[in-house]
């Protein structure tokens, strides 16, 4: 059975170490990026099955991220999980374009269990729903 591919983007060197980490030990090939710049190119270059993306990062905001991968034909049914420590009235109508938000600190069983629940998603999703 092939392994799912998640992108997590943050860059935060730390906890970008630390999640990707638990992901492996979790059964998931990961690819890492430290901007949304760097991110979009390689979902462009390795199409992941799932996305986690923080929202403060350089070059490209997690927002304009999504925005730019849900706009795109190729990519727009990839699910997006956004961890960030924005509270959710900051997130307000931007939630709309994530799947899930998880807000930092967090708990891994809870990041896990929204990766597992978008990945054995059949269809399409609804969007925005804020952990």
Do not use: H
């Amino acid at each position: 059975m092939a392994k799912n591919k998640i992108l997590f983007v943050d860059d935060e060197r730390t906890i970008v170490i630390l999640v990707k980490n638990r992901l492996k030990k979790n059964g998931y090939e990961v690819i890492t990026a430290g901007d949304g710049e760097e991110a979009l190119e390689k979902c462009r270059s390795n199409k992941p099955d799932l996305a986690i993306l923080d929202i403060n990062m350089p070059k490209i905001n997690g927002f304009q991220l999504c925005r730019l991968l849900r706009e795109d034909e190729k990519l727009k049914d990839i699910p997006i999980i956004v961890l960030s420590a924005f509270v959710r009235d900051k997130v307000g109508e931007n939630s709309a374009v994530a799947d899930v938000y998880i807000r930092k600190p967090f708990e891994p069983e809870d990041l896990l269990g929204a990766i597992k629940r978008l990945l054995e998603t059949e269809g399409p999703i609804p969007r925005g729903k804020i952990s």
